[in-house]
C-alpha cells in the first residue's frame, strides 16, 4: 500500500510540480491550496506526512502546523520556506515540524527528504507493532494457561550433582602379617623325583 503525502500550498505551479514529483515515486498524493482545505482533508483522515508552505493567506502553516498536532500528535510535517521566513522556518521545527526545505528546492533533495523523514517515522511504529503483538500473545497465554501468577518468571535452575565420594587409603595393620616359621630341616619338593628315605637291604 502505498504511503499517502498531504501537500499545502497557494502557489499552483509548485503544488502542481511537487504533487509529480512525488506521484512518481509511487506516493499517494493528495494537494491542497490553502490552510482551511487541508483541514477538510485531514479531519478524514491522517496522512503518512504533510508537506505545508509557511506564508499562505488566511490560515498560514505555523497554524496549519498546530491543527496537524492537535489532531494527529505523531503525523511528521514538512515545512516550506523561503529565505525570508527562514527564522520562521526554525521556530516550526521548534513547535513540532520534522524539518524543513527553502523553496525552491531541487527534486532529488525533496524525494530524499521525504524518504529519510517517512523511514524515520517507521521505525518507532514498527517497534510499537512488535510490542503490541507480544501484548496479544502473552494475553493468549494467560487465558489458556491459567493466571498471570501461574506463569512461571524464570527458566527452572539445573539440580546440583553430588560431590563424588572420597576413598580414603586403609590404615596400616598394628602388627606385621604372618609368615609360616619352620624350625626343622627343609623338605625337599615331592616332585623332584628322589626319594625321602634310605632303601634297606633285602633280607631273604
Not at 30 to 49: H, I, K, P, R, V
Not at 98 to 107: E, G, H, N, S
Not at 191 to 201: A, I, N, S
Amino acid at each position: 500500500m502505498a504511503l499517502t503525502i498531504l501537500i499545502v500550498d497557494d502557489e499552483e505551479n509548485l503544488r502542481i510540480t511537487l504533487s509529480r514529483i512525488l506521484t512518481k515515486e509511487e506516493f499517494d498524493v493528495t494537494s491542497a491550496s490553502n490552510g482551511e482545505e487541508a483541514l477538510q482533508f485531514l479531519q478524514a483522515g491522517a496522512y503518512d506526512l504533510a508537506v505545508i508552505d509557511l506564508l499562505m493567506p488566511g490560515m498560514d502553516g505555523m497554524t496549519l502546523l498546530g491543527e496537524i498536532r492537535s489532531l494527529y500528535p505523531e503525523m511528521p510535517v514538512l515545512i516550506l520556506t523561503a529565505h525570508a521566513a527562514l527564522d520562521s522556518a526554525i521556530e516550526a521545527v521548534r513547535q513540532g515540524a520534522r524539518d524543513y526545505l527553502v523553496k525552491p528546492a531541487d527534486p532529488p533533495l525533496i524525494i530524499a527528504r521525504v524518504n529519510e523523514i517517512l523511514t524515520e517515522q517507521k521505525q518507532p511504529q514498527r517497534q510499537r507493532e512488535i510490542l503490541n503483538k507480544i501484548q496479544n500473545l502473552v494475553s493468549e497465554f494467560q487465558q489458556l494457561s491459567g493466571k498471570p501468577e501461574d506463569m512461571p518468571t524464570s527458566l527452572p535452575r539445573p539440580r546440583p550433582r553430588p560431590a563424588p565420594a572420597r576413598v580414603r587409603p586403609p590404615r596400616p595393620l598394628p602388627f606385621p602379617p604372618a609368615r609360616s616359621i619352620h624350625t626343622g630341616p627343609a623338605r625337599p619338593a615331592p616332585d623332584d623325583g628322589r626319594q625321602l628315605h634310605p632303601p634297606h637291604p633285602l633280607q631273604f
